[in-house]
Structures are given as structure tokens and as C-alpha cells.
T-cell receptor, first 112, second 114 residues
């Protein structure tokens, strides 16, 4: 168990809908990262938050947004969903003294 | 541009044998870190081993070792005494010194047979 909790584990929704993925980082970790793993794009970095502030942005679509709350949990919002958004979405967290990032179990999103 | 290349889509190895998974990287930074993660069929990403660009010794973690050849920009993962439970996808990743994000390779699927 990495200590990073993601909910829900599975999500099935229709095209055009909006969903929210939730992540609770390891206790005390200020950095939260979101990654998308899809068959055609592989594992891609989406966005990073550090202590509530956006720190870095990757290949995140404009239809997607994220935030990190004062209690350090993070949410990834995906809207106007398309079939191609079906993927495994990972959250990871890292502490200031850690070299590695710790990944959650992922949320498997299926858009039908 | 930073890039990670894993040229082996799939590898087979017999139980108790050693196996090497290849990884090459491209970066213009002097400071960077290299990682290997394991992804079993259940989907989670499990950290295996880390090598810093300034580390002179190859990293080792139990049965895992990283064969770091800086001049060749390679960071191969060596798994000794393979076990059936090692069957999984293995991803090589890099983090540059000025960035906090991980760049992943396309992965290698390892299958261990009895």
C-alpha cells in the first residue's frame, strides 16, 4: 500500500458527461501529480500541485481541470467526455525528502 | 527534448534466471533522476529503484539493480533470480533536475515462465 488513495476505482460514464476523480496523498506530502495512462498515449503527466498551488502543467486538455484543497487532497475534473478519454488516471504524491513519487491504485475511467 | 526509450515491448525469462530490461534516455540536463516502476496486471504502479545522475555507484534494491552507463545514456534494469510474481509491465522514467514531473517510456512486458 503506497498510502495514496484514489476514488473511485472504476467509473463508467457516457460521452459528454463530467466526472470528478479524487486523490488523497500520503500524510504530509505537499506535492500531488496526476497522470493519464492510455493505450495510444502511454503514461503522460497531466498536472502537478504543490501545497494548493499549480506547479507544472503537462499535456492536459482544456476540458480537464484540477485543484488541490487546503487539506492537500486533490480532484481532477474531466468534462465533455469523449471516448478517447477512457484511460487509467493515476494520482501520485511525493514528500520533500523523497526521491520517488508514490502512486495510487488509479481510477479506471470508461467513456461509452 | 527529454525522452525515454524502451525498445523491448516484451521479454520472456525462465524462473530463477536473470533478465535485463533496456532503457535509454535523452536529456540535456546534468542533473536528473532515473526510475523503474513495476505495473502488475492489477494496475498499480510500484516503485522499484532509483539512480541519480551524480551517483557513482549503480543502485541496487534486493533482486533489482540498475546498470547505469552515463556516457551511453542507458539505465537498464537487471532482475536477478526471476520469480513468477515478477511478471508485469516495467516502466523506465526520468525526472530532470529543474522539473518535478516524470517522463515515462512505453514499457516492457515481462513474462516469467516456470
Amino acid at each position: 500500500d503506497s498510502g495514496v488513495t484514489q476514488t473511485p476505482k472504476h467509473l463508467i460514464t457516457a460521452t459528454g458527461q463530467r466526472v470528478t476523480l479524487r486523490c488523497s496523498p500520503r500524510s504530509g506530502d505537499l506535492s500531488v501529480y496526476w497522470y493519464q495512462q492510455s493505450l495510444d498515449q502511454g503514461l503522460q503527466f497531466l498536472i502537478q500541485y504543490y501545497n494548493g498551488e499549480e506547479r507544472a502543467k503537462g499535456n492536459i486538455l482544456e476540458r480537464f481541470s484540477a485543484q488541490q484543497f487546503p487539506d492537500l487532497h486533490s480532484e481532477l475534473n474531466l468534462s465533455s467526455l469523449e471516448l478517447g478519454d477512457s484511460a487509467l488516471y493515476f494520482c501520485a504524491s511525493r514528500g520533500p525528502l523523497d526521491t520517488e513519487a508514490f502512486f495510487g491504485q488509479g481510477t479506471r475511467l470508461t467513456v461509452v | 527534448a527529454q525522452k525515454i526509450t524502451q525498445t523491448q515491448p516484451g521479454m520472456f525469462v525462465q524462473e530463477k534466471e536473470a533478465v535485463t530490461l533496456d532503457c535509454t534516455y535523452d536529456t540535456s540536463d546534468q542533473s536528473y533522476g532515473l526510475f523503474w516502476y513495476k505495473q502488475p496486471s492489477s494496475g498499480e504502479m510500484i516503485f522499484l529503484i532509483y539512480q541519480g545522475s551524480y551517483d557513482e555507484q549503480n543502485a541496487t534494491e534486493g533482486r533489482y539493480s540498475l546498470n547505469f552507463q552515463k556516457a551511453r545514456k542507458s539505465a537498464n534494469l537487471v532482475i536477478s533470480a526471476s520469480q513468477l510474481g515478477d511478471s508485469a509491465m516495467y516502466f523506465c522514467a526520468m525526472r530532470e533536475g529543474r522539473s518535478d514531473k516524470l517522463i515515462f517510456g512505453t514499457g516492457t512486458r515481462l513474462q516469467v515462465f516456470p
